[in-house]
Each structure stands twice: as C-alpha cells, then as structure tokens.
C-alpha cells in the first residue's frame, strides 16, 4: 500500500466552525490532491499540489482552502463548514511524467451539522 | 473539460459468472486508471492504462484510445469482487484526474 494517511477518519463538527483535514505522505510524491466523494458524482477535484507551496483550485474549491508547506503534508480547510460540505473526503498522490499512476488514501468521512 | 461515461450503473452477478464494465470519454487522454472501491470505501488501484491491454489474475482491461473507451473484464466473479468500480482520466498537466460516476457491482454467492 502506498504510505498515505489521512487524519481525522471521522469527524462531526458544527455548521460554521473552522476544520482540518490532514494528508500525509511516506512516498516523497511531488503531486497531492484533495477531491470529495458524493453520491451520483463519483470524486471531484477540490485543491492540488505539484510542489511545496505550489497549489491551485480544481473542480470544486469554493469554500476549501489549502496549504503545503512540506512535501510529505497537504492540508485541507475548511474556513466555516456548511452541510453542503458533508461529504468524504480522499488525498492522493502521484509522481511527475507519463507511466505513473495516483494512488488514494483511506478518505476521511466528515459529516457537518 | 472531459466527460467521463460509465456503464451499467449497477450490475448483479451470481458467483462464478463473467462481466464487462465500459468507460467512455469525451476526448484524447494521457492516462487512464480503473479502481475498486470495496465495501469499506477504500479505493484501490486495478490498472492503468492509457492504452492496450492489460491482465490481472482474473482482472483485464483494455483501452482503445483512438476510439475513446475502455473495458473492464471480470472473470469468474466472486462476491469480494463486489463495491463499485471507477474509471478516471487525465488530459491535462499535472495529472488531475476526472472520475466517471462508477459501476456498483453486487456479486451474490
């Protein structure tokens, strides 16, 4: 398995307070990603990294926010949580060039109420 | 951007039976992935595969890039092949994938 870890697995929290969600790398991978999981929609891009701090939106960032200042951790915000923000939430890494596949952490189930 | 087309979306199989998923998409792609998530919600690598054929055990796929589709062949399913099963593509720089919306597979003993 590739050496990725995704801190909280599980967390409820309240509409309007601020949350963290924490990607960890063993993989020295240059690319990271977030991307969200909702039924009907397969994941979606939220926010990328293709080096220490170099980011960019994706898909779906409204309301997201992120921050690599390592190569081994990308971090995901959430600056005031909505209900529409329950959802599960993966990272995954990949390497630079043609022949290199992205691997996904075990997601992290975050649920706002 | 690129649309990504999945079929069936759901599909019910008896043990020791065969299937064929298909990924369409809209447009040339550098990379071409298929996953199983399990039951648990964790996503695992089958292939990649831009192009050509690849085997697996009792797992193949094959891409035909000219024409835009992929095809996921499961022989002799058995029930821990159930979950759902993704294809995702890249077109773009930096390897972002896009996700079709998945194939939910239930293989009953």
């Given at each position: 398995?590739?050496?990725?870890?995704?801190?909280?697995?599980?967390?409820?929290?309240?509409?309007?307070?601020?949350?963290?969600?924490?990607?960890?790398?063993?993989?020295?991978h240059r690319y990271?990603y977030?991307?969200?999981?909702?039924?009907?929609?397969?994941?979606?891009?939220?926010?990328y990294?293709y080096?220490?701090?170099?980011?960019?939106?994706?898909?779906?960032?409204?309301?997201?926010?992120?921050?690599?200042?390592?190569?081994?951790?990308?971090?995901?915000?959430?600056?005031?949580?909505?209900?529409?923000?329950?959802?599960?939430?993966?990272?995954a890494i990949s390497e630079p060039g043609a022949?290199t596949e992205a691997?996904?952490?075990?997601?992290?189930?975050?649920?706002?109420? | 951007?690129?649309?990504?087309?999945?079929?069936?979306?759901?599909?019910?199989?008896?043990?020791?039976?065969?299937?064929?998923?298909?990924?369409?998409?809209?447009?040339?792609?550098n990379n071409?992935q298929?996953?199983?998530?399990?039951?648990?919600?964790?996503?695992?690598?089958?292939?990649?595969?831009?192009?050509?054929?690849?085997?697996?055990?009792?797992?193949?796929?094959?891409?035909?890039?000219?024409?835009?589709?992929?095809?996921?062949?499961?022989?002799?399913?058995?029930?821990?092949?159930?979950?759902?099963?993704?294809?995702a593509v890249e077109r773009s720089s930096f390897q972002k994938l896009?996700?079709?919306?998945?194939?939910?597979?239930?293989?009953?003993?």
């Amino acid at each position: 398995d590739a050496g990725i870890t995704q801190s909280p697995r599980h967390k409820v929290t309240e509409t309007g307070t601020p949350v963290t969600l924490r990607c960890h790398q063993t993989e020295n991978h240059r690319y990271m990603y977030w991307y969200r999981q909702d039924p009907g929609h397969g994941l979606r891009l939220i926010h990328y990294s293709y080096g220490v701090k170099d980011t960019d939106k994706g898909e779906v960032s409204d309301g997201y926010s992120v921050s690599r200042s390592k190569t081994e951790d990308f971090l995901l915000t959430l600056e005031s949580a909505t209900s529409s923000q329950t959802s599960v939430y993966f990272c995954a890494i990949s390497e630079p060039g043609a022949g290199t596949e992205a691997f996904f952490g075990q997601g992290t189930r975050l649920t706002v109420v | 951007g690129i649309q990504v087309e999945q079929s069936p979306p759901d599909l019910i199989l008896q043990e020791g039976a065969n299937s064929t998923l298909r990924c369409n998409f809209s447009d040339s792609v550098n990379n071409l992935q298929w996953f199983h998530q399990n039951p648990w919600g964790q996503l695992i690598n089958l292939f990649y595969i831009p192009s050509g054929t690849k085997q697996n055990g009792r797992l193949s796929a094959t891409t035909v890039a000219t024409e835009r589709y992929s095809l996921l062949y499961i022989s002799s399913s058995q029930t821990t092949d159930s979950g759902v099963y993704f294809c995702a593509v890249e077109r773009s720089s930096f390897q972002k994938l896009v996700f079709g919306t998945g194939t939910r597979l239930l293989v009953s003993p």
